[in-house]
């Protein structure tokens, strides 16, 4: 009974305040999925304003509990590890062999940055699912803070309706009176900002890491312009003897170089929208249930909770393997 | 039928149409990988390189129509 006190007052906690605080709000909100975060407050920064939204409040709070991990996790290390600290050598060992595997002696380099993505990236997924993301927030008139375009909202169930009073329908109804709930937090996955720095970061490391490695020229001229065919057919010019063949396979040398172009800007576009679109659609799918039928978004938690892993470990799986095939040379091409 | 139900049904024949291909390649992808790693343990690793390489491709294409459905729903264009 000891052991469970603490969890049946955290549960209390967040389960009590939803049944007394909707009786206290005196405007009712439709429920409303924005692809933009909405913005909570601006800060004054000299002479430009930067405004803060909800999402990179929430993002200061996973660095701040990434921080207090890492602490409490190293303060006192035994060489029998327990508790946290087990945990974070269970982590770390698992990614030193994962990376070993795929990188072989390069991973130790790549390794930082890899885990780095992954525990920030598990982090911003599992506490969007947090009880309170989402439904705390502040109510956003529509004359002060216009809502942004890319909202969609939607008419809520006349059940909730009634529950919350005709004042619902009647914002909803309105359409430039339309109020919008500002949650305080929100996921940071769920904020195409994130990703998308994410995967820059990512994609560009790959890149810096081949540059490293391989030297810059050699880099670029393996991978992205690949002339060493029509130097060769060039040589063979000068002698004498020309072979035509090996300006066929420059030009396509030259087409194998554009689509590798093509690929890296494909793999920005795609580690941004994988992360964002299973967060926020995972999200978007617990809001939609929890409408239908009260317990029916339970099922789906527990999905969430794992795919909110799976992204975390595909996002950081798939930066090694794009570090390790930036860092491997082309050398079989050259040979044949 | 108005602009506004014309959009939302593109967007959901986007979403919908558009991980139909990804789905089938994604599971003939992890299949032949599966199958791979049962018939030769030793290489798994540089099966499930290889395998998560192709994932990418192949869910890239998902994500694209991801993308074009959000594009379409959210009236950006």
């Known amino acids: 009974m000891k052991r469970w006190l603490p969890v049946l007052v955290i549960v209390a906690i967040l389960v009590v305040p939803g049944f007394v605080l909707p009786r206290f709000s005196t405007e009712a909100v439709s429920a409303s999925v924005a692809v933009q975060p909405e913005v909570l407050f601006e800060l ?53 062999e994962l990376g070993h595997s795929v990188a072989g002696t390069r991973s130790r380099k790549f390794l930082p940055i890899v885990l780095t993505i992954f525990i920030f990236v598990l982090f911003s997924n599992w506490l969007g699912l947090m009880p309170g993301f989402g439904p705390i927030g502040i109510i956003v008139a529509d004359k002060k803070h216009p809502a ?68 810059v020229i050699k880099y670029w001229f393996t991978r992205f312009f690949i002339v060493s065919k029509f130097i060769e057919f060039f040589k063979t010019l000068f002698k004498g003897k020309p072979k035509f063949g090996l300006l066929v396979y420059g030009f396509l040398d030259i087409f194998m170089g554009i689509l590798e172009f093509i690929s890296e800007i494909a793999k920005i576009v795609s580690f941004t929208f994988r992360l964002f679109g299973n967060i926020f659609a995972g999200e978007v799918v617990l809001l939609i249930m929890a409408f239908l039928f009260f317990a029916l978004p339970l099922p789906f938690y527990a999905l969430e909770i794992f795919v909110g892993f799976i992204q975390a470990f595909v996002f950081a799986i798939l930066t090694l393997v794009f570090m390790t095939i930036a860092t491997t040379a082309h050398g079989a091409e050259e040979h044949h | 039928m108005d602009v506004n139900a014309t959009r939302l049904i593109a967007a959901a024949l986007a979403i919908g149409l558009g991980t139909l291909g990804p789905g089938l390649g994604l599971g003939l992808l992890i299949n032949s990988a599966l199958n791979a790693i049962g018939r030769n343990p030793e290489a798994a690793g540089q099966v499930q390189i290889n395998m998560f390489i192709g994932i990418a491709f192949t869910e890239a294409l998902g994500i694209f129509s991801l993308v074009v459905a959000l594009l379409i729903g959210f009236k950006i264009f």
């Open chain 1, 148 to 215: 942004p375009e890319g909202i969609v909202t939607f008419d809520l169930p006349p059940a909730l309706e009634e529950f919350l009073g005709p004042k619902a329908s009647e914002h909803a109804s309105e359409g430039e009176h339309a109020t919008v709930l500002a949650p305080f937090f929100r996921s940071p996955s769920t904020d195409i900002n994130t990703t998308l720095a994410l995967a820059l970061v990512s994609v560009i490391m790959a890149q810096v890491f081949g540059m490293q490695t391989l030297g």
């Open chain 1, 44 to 96: 004054e920064l000299g002479s430009f304003t930067f405004p803060v939204s909800n999402t990179l409040f929430t993002t200061w709070i996973v660095m701040i509990l990434i921080l207090l991990f890492a602490i409490f996790a190293t303060r006192r290390m035994e060489l029998v590890p327990s508790g946290l600290q087990n945990v974070m050598e269970m982590l770390i060992e698992m990614w030193d």
